[in-house]
């Protein structure tokens, strides 16, 4: 082994020990009578420091011909450092190097290995390679691997076995679109990259093997999605004999189990649940975000009563009346009151014409708007067509029912 420690490892009790380590250089700091290497592997940074008329001058020498990315194998001994980072894991030694070798000398990289790099996206995928060498695609990467391991150490545990299925397979027509593959033995025949396991999976639960797990790669060609690319991975899971609460334990214990493992928080379970009616009624998305505050709340019941004819209208014929308290939606400038807007100041009548004709093309019959500028409690203070014609005890319901309040 070239290295008996990494770069990421040293501390103050291996102080005293004589240590070789290899690595790329992050940075130099030349400042003549004493010159700083950072050198760096996946595992950290350690300090490498060389001082006149202590380091031998032919190290000093080389030193002095180094540049970033250079790879270097340095071996000298572990001391206390004198001047202490508390915000590097090694920042208590540094290596006093009585011999410095480069393995492999480095062009100028194209942009810095830095975590705020001056490489934009198309000049780091160019430079992929280099790029992998930043701390947070780094970070990602070995948060995938500890993801995996935990995926695999809990379900093991629940008595899942990891199967792995075909990715050449049959073209299965619906559903997602596949890729298709030229074969070369079946001339003019083609596979399609697996969409997903689906198949497969179901196979093994007829062959009998209740639990099964994949951490499989999927393939679709379709256009990108924001949660979605042509070619990812997914946790595949199938069971057998079970019944809904038994899937939703399993899959709670392992959101449980990852948060835990990976990030150090502690996830509280049973996870609040909701019917699919609920979310649309409430968010109008199956997936909610509770985390945004902007709920969907339904007037039908008071719109009859409202005394607002095109309200008493549309119930008559049967459609629904919803609203939404836009004051949530609207909030900026938290980390300075004094610039904050409300809602009514920034929803001009212009943009609540935009957002009419733009409801209407989701076919709604249309959107009525009020505007609180004041004490709710007041009746001058509520503006709007809408506003104007419902009822004062309508109005104080309404009031209720929305949480209203100024702006």
Known sequence: MLRTHTCGELRSEHIGQTVPLCGWVQRTRDKGAILWIDLRDRYGLTQITLEEGVEAEEVRAAARHLGR??????????????????????????????????????????????????????????????????????????????????????????????????????????????????????????????????????????????RYVQIARCFRDEDLRQDRQPEFTQIDLEMSFIEMDDIMAIGEGLARELWQKTLGITLQTPFRRMTWAEGMSRFGSDKPDLRYGVEIVDLTDWAPTSGFTVFQNAIAGGGVVRALNAKHGFEQ???????????????????????????????????????????????????????????????????????????
């Open 69 to 210: 990315e250079f790879v270097l194998s340095v071996t000298g001994k572990v001391t206390e450092r004198y001047s202490k980072n508390d915000k590097m894991l090694t920042g208590g030694i540094e290596i006093r190097p009585a011999k410095l070798e480069i393995l492999n000398p480095a062009k100028l990289p194209p942009f810095l290995i830095e975590d705020d790099t001056d490489g934009g996206d198309d000049l780091r995928m160019k430079y992929r390679y280099l790029d992998l060498r930043r701390t947070p695609v780094r970070n990602n990467l070995m948060l995938r691997h500890k993801m995996a391991q935990a995926v695999r150490r809990y379900l093991d545990g629940q008595d899942f076995i990891e199967v792995e299925t075909p990715i050449l397979c049959k073209y299965t027509p619906g559903g997602a679109r596949n890729y298709l593959v030229p074969s070369r033995v079946h001339l003019g025949s083609f596979y399609a990259l697996a969409e997903s396991p689906q198949l497969f999976k179901q196979l093994l639960m007829v062959g009998g093997y209740d």
């Open 333 to 407: 400038g938290a980390a300075n009151p004094a610039s904050q807007k409300t809602a009514c100041e920034i929803l001009s009548r212009r943009t609540l014409d935009q957002l009419t004709e733009f409801v209407k093309g989701y076919g709604a019959k249309g959107l009525a708007w009020i505007k609180i500028q004041g004490d709710p409690a007041v009746k001058e203070n509520w503006q709007g067509p809408a506003a104007k014609n419902i009822t004062d005890e309508a109005r104080a319901s309404l009031a209720i029912k929305l949480a209203v309040a100024d702006g």
